[in-house]
């Protein structure tokens, strides 16, 4: 038996940055350094681990959709212990949404061939939590999504989900498309020995063609949605700081009556 | 005037507050028409038509807890072909934002998450959204199909607006997909009688500065005094000081509430991802440096120990 595993990763602005639009209202990607999603990582260590505690003959791909530098990304990835990796670049998907962002990687998905799409439950920039949902739709099989824990076994994934209302647990039968929250477990730290293993593992690169996706499928010109504006949020106008000296609950609760809340 | 579908989330009939909050907005942009699916569909009726709903669309059946997510996808998409509606509306909910996600897709539509506010545009309904950890409101819309489009929580008052409310039978077949991710096991939230966090008006959490999953106590007399719900940083949630289910920030929930208390948290970009959007902000903290000051209309540099219990004992005695 062989498992085939592909997770899907994204390289972001990094959220500690000052992040902001560029003039055709998509992130503007030059002004911040981008990394690989931190919600991806658990992603990633989840596939590792499913990896790890399989008797089957287990490989794990890789895959991101995006410019250049992505390729960041796909180095972590590797470095923390994936297989190979896939980078699908094209300067025509510049503005693509989440809906064609879930076309070009449920093709490419079906073109590396798999068992178990990994994702993590958002990323950290756009945050929808909405592409491993639409990766189940499109593909055709069951999502088992949002975990906090996965398994799998003998051809079924298990794993819990923890909902507002109630915690969940899930079963499907593999092919499936996972994804996993930060609750999952800690991703691992590289270890100097992956990262140089790293720079030896291939990473193919596909463009649009080798995936039969049409420019105007994707990019500005295929998105469903469009943004008319963005604007800065104005500063917070500068409120009241009191310093404690015995009084300060007391203040604050004639602040909060003033208010209204109390 | 053309109608809009609100998908309804409710619990045994019982509506959750996020949907009235949709009955307003959707009242913008056309009639509201409300879907309410599973065990107690039809319950949902009298509250929905008390907001708005000039028809509650209802199905009953033991897919809609037995398996996850498709069975509702499949119910919208039934509703959308029997309305043809100008906009569907599903609330922010993690899987609010899954069922909006696959029907957009199968009905050829864009999908828009987390709205803020929701208005009449002349080439559809526009969303605001808050991004970047709130340093930016953009506006959308969705430029083909039927705009499917997921609302936070908080996003308007909930207004009373008596409608017709005439509840009709959703003829639902359900695919092939349906049964494809069966829950074998549900086990509800233990209630704490708490507010749920996402829904709350006022939302009171805290940070490493409470030092100890004893000292949430605290925390919790606060959050009592005012109703409000109890949040936690991550850095609190790492250290095992309160559940994950609380946590308020990029990788917990995104909070919208009236009022938002920070104890003892100092405001990373992670944490303000997740409350900056709340309308009126206060900190308290010993440092006078931490970055949540930024941010706060009302903030008390002090020792939470001292100020918390100060607090929740005034607002006790001025409830009296």
Excluded: C
């Excluded at chain 1, 799998?152 to 092919?175: C, I, M």
């Excluded at chain 2, 033991?62 to 609330?91: G, M, R």
């Excluded at chain 2, 959050?223 to 559940?243: C, Q, T």
């Excluded at chain 2, 104890?263 to 970055?291: C, F, L, W, Y």
Aim: proline content about 4%.
């Amino acid at each position: 038996m062989s498992l085939r595993i592909v997770v899907t990763v994204k390289y972001v602005p990094d959220a500690t940055g000052d992040r902001h639009f560029a003039d055709d209202l998509t992130v503007d990607r030059d002004d911040v350094d981008g990394l690989l999603s931190e919600l991806d990582e658990y992603a990633v260590e989840q596939a590792l681990q499913i990896s790890e505690n399989s008797d089957d003959d287990v490989e794990v791909t890789v895959l991101t959709v995006g410019p250049e530098d992505a390729k960041d990304a796909l180095r972590k990835a590797l470095s923390m212990g994936a297989d190979k990796a896939i980078h699908v670049e094209d300067d025509d998907l510049h503005g693509t949404d989440a809906i064609g962002t879930s076309l070009v990687l449920a093709k490419a998905i079906e073109k590396a061939g798999y068992d178990l799409v990994v994702s993590g439950m958002a990323s950290t920039d756009g945050t929808m939590g909405v592409v491993p949902a639409l990766l189940a739709e499109r593909l055709g099989v069951p999502q088992v999504t949002l975990l906090s824990e996965v398994t799998v076994e003998d051809g079924t994934v298990k794993g819990r989900r923890d909902g507002d209302a109630a915690s969940e647990q899930l079963e499907a039968s593999l092919p499936a498309v996972v994804s996993v929250t930060d609750q999952s477990g800690e991703a691992r730290y590289p270890s100097f020995k992956g990262i140089m293993a790293a720079k030896k593992k291939p990473v193919e690169s596909w463009d649009l063609s080798d995936l039969d996706i049409e420019a105007e499928e994707v990019g500005l010109e295929g998105a469903y949605t469009v943004v008319d504006g963005a604007a800065e949020r104005p500063a917070r106008t500068a409120g009241t700081i009191v310093k404690d000296e015995g009084e300060g609950g007391k203040q604050l609760a004639e602040y909060l009556a003033s208010q209204k809340f109390v | 005037m053309a109608e809009v579908l609100v998908y309804v989330d409710h619990v045994d009939g019982a509506v959750r507050k996020p949907t009235l909050e949709l009955l307003t907005l959707a009242r913008r942009v056309g009639e509201p028409v409300a879907v309410a699916l599973g065990n107690g569909a039809g319950d949902t009726a009298a509250t929905l038509a008390e907001h708005g709903a000039v028809k509650v669309l209802t199905h009953e059946a033991a897919e809609y807890a037995d398996y996850l997510v498709v069975p509702k996808v499949d119910a919208l998409q039934a509703a959308v072909e029997a309305v043809s509606p100008a906009a569907v509306l599903v609330p922010s909910s993690a899987e609010g934002k899954e069922i909006a996600a696959r029907l957009a897709l199968r009905i050829g539509s864009g999908i828009i998450t987390d709205a803020v506010d929701l208005e009449a545009g002349d080439e559809g309904p526009v969303a605001t959204q808050s991004v970047f950890a709130a340093s930016f409101t953009t506006k959308s819309r969705v430029s083909k199909g039927t705009p499917v489009i997921t609302v936070k929580p908080n996003s308007a008052a909930v207004e009373a607006a008596p409608a017709a409310g005439a509840v009709e039978a959703l003829s639902v077949t359900f695919s092939a997909a349906a049964t494809g991710t069966k829950v074998t096991a549900r086990t509800p939230r233990e209630s704490t009688g708490r507010p749920e966090l996402t829904e709350a008006a006022i939302v009171v959490s805290g940070g490493r500065g409470v030092n100890g999953a004893e000292n949430f106590a605290i925390i919790e007399a606060l959050a009592d005094s005012l109703g409000a719900a109890v949040g936690a940083s991550r850095a609190a949630v790492d250290a095992g000081w309160y559940p994950h289910t609380n946590q308020v920030g990029q990788t917990g929930k995104s909070v919208s509430p009236q009022l938002y208390i920070a104890s003892g948290i100092s405001g990373a970009i992670q944490h303000r991802a997740g409350m900056q959007t709340s309308k009126t902000i206060v900190a308290i903290n010993k440092d006078a440096e931490a970055p949540i000051f930024e941010l706060v209309d009302y903030g008390v540099v002090g020792d939470l120990f001292d100020v918390v219990p100060a607090l929740t004992e005034e607002i006790n005695a001025r409830k009296g």
